[in-house]
């Protein structure tokens, strides 16, 4: 049964078919984007196999076509584009369609401060369970630099982030076993709070929020130099 595949080709169907619509056109960023995944993807795919080699989370073989690289199923590998793709499109709808769909400034900075303190609060008394350490770790330096680098972007992507949430929910809740016999993704619970959202670690909403982040701050870092350079306005 070759659930994950089919997982992985409905999350990225329908963004990728509206990428071409006249009011949207998002392919016109794929200049940004396919750099920023491709960057974006290289961490968490060489996390990812790690994870995998030590246990720390493994993959169900009934729901996997067999074909592995670097401790990693093929459907795996796709997920860092078909899920990037489709969260980063729905990110980039929203805030196109809906322009003032932001947050003021000060509010902004508030959810900034406390991202940083419950970060840096998990990494220092849940140092000793590796998924929690590191995904908490990754995701405070992620929203360092997008604090840094690209601020302007919080503003709407703290929202639009929530929407992410949707269709996030209904994809990793399947591969966390939601609505199916049996997991797609086990995890460790040794390594992580063991505190599911129904059958989803409650770290998996920082991996979701530092990919995506990671992603979309470098998108604008990569427009800018591009308008500096003077090859569009």
């Known amino acids: 049964m070759k659930l994950y595949l089919y997982i992985d080709l409905f999350a990225i169907l329908i963004p990728l078919i509206f990428s071409f619509h006249p ?3 998002f392919y016109k960023n794929y200049r940004y984007f396919f750099p920023a995944m491709f960057i974006s993807g290289a961490i968490y795919i060489a996390w990812d196999a790690l994870f995998a080699k030590y246990g720390i989370w493994g993959f169900n073989e009934y729901y996997l076509i067999g074909l592995y ?3 990693l199923p093929l459907e795996e590998w796709l997920f860092f584009i078909c899920i ?5 499109f729905t990110h980039y709808t929203l805030s196109k369609l809906y322009p003032e769909l932001k947050l003021i400034d000060i509010y902004t900075k508030w959810i900034n401060r406390f991202l940083i303190i419950l970060l840096t609060f ?12 590191v995904n908490a770790s990754l995701s405070l330096l992620i929203l360092l630099f997008a604090i840094y680098k690209t ?23 399947i591969l966390t076993g939601s609505f199916i016999q049996d997991e797609i993704v086990w995890y460790n619970n040794d390594e992580n709070l063991g ?17 995506l982040l990671m992603t979309v701050s470098l998108m604008e870092v990569f427009r800018r130099k591009v308008r500096v350079s003077g090859k569009t306005v």
């Open 23 to 25: 009011r949207i056109k």
């Open 122 to 133: 998990v990494v220092i008394f849940h140092y000793d369970r590796a998924y929690t350490a």
């Open 69 to 71: 690289l670097f401790h």
């Open 84 to 88: 990037p793709y489709a969260s980063v």
């Open 151 to 173: 601020p302007e972007i919080l503003n709407s992507f703290y929202l639009t982030f929530l929407v992410v949430l949707i269709p996030f929910f209904i994809v990793n809740g």
């Open 195 to 211: 505190i599911r959202l129904f059958t989803i670690p409650v770290e998996d909403l920082f991996y979701a929020f530092g990919m």
